[in-house]
């Protein structure tokens, strides 16, 4: 968790103290807390919770722990990371449709589309959007809020996550040229 959370801050993917990153492991996962640096996680930096019900955690787990919660119940992810993309947010409050389609040949291959779904910061209908949009894609953009990527590891989750980012750049500097 550390290494992509420090991947994702260096690269310019999310700020420091914001977005989270969890895994799966069999009826729980391990989260971030709420304000951890994602640059700087260490043990105390995550928490354990109940993928089922709740927890007295959650008071200190990341504010989006029911949005993953929801991914793990209706999808077969291990690993999921949300970030604040600069260029997925953009391009949700640009969009004229409920998705983005990428005209870069990698994001055309790996992705076809990609969901924008809407829903409060860690809410139950940002929850349900996301479990919807990640049932049938590996990544989706919560409208105004950023990326959320699964994975059967973090790599995989990462890769997914990069790979929407540099996507919507491409789409939004050549919609910029076209002007």
């Known amino acids: 968790m550390a290494k992509y959370g420090k991947k994702l801050v260096d690269h310019g993917l999310v700020e420091s ?4 990153i969890s895994v799966r ?22 928490v354990e919770v109940p993928v089922e019900g709740t927890s007295e955690l959650d008071l200190i787990a990341s504010t989006e722990t029911i949005v993953h919660r929801a991914i ?10 949300h970030a604040h ?5 953009a391009q949700t409050l640009i969009a ?6 990428p005209i870069d040949s990698e994001g055309m291959h790996f992705l076809h589309e990609i969901p ?5 910061m860690g809410s139950a209908e940002l929850a349900e959007g996301a479990a919807k949009a990640l049932s049938d894609h590996r990544g989706a953009i919560a409208y105004s809020h950023g990326t959320f990527a699964v994975g059967k590891t973090l790599a995989d989750a990462y890769v997914v996550t990069t790979q929407i980012e540099h996507s919507c750049r491409i789409k939004y500097l050549v919609d910029l040229a076209k002007k």
Do not use: Q, W
């Open 96 to 101: 004229d449709s409920d998705s983005i389609v």
């Open 25 to 46: 492991i069999a009826n729980k996962m391990i989260i971030t807390r709420s304000g951890a640096a994602l640059d700087e996680i260490t043990e105390n930096s995550v």
């Open 116 to 120: 924008i779904f809407k829903g409060m």
């Open 72 to 81: 793990y119940r209706n999808t077969p992810a291990l690993a999921i990371l």
């Open 17 to 20: 103290n914001f977005g989270n």
């Open 85 to 89: 993309c600069p260029y997925s947010v």
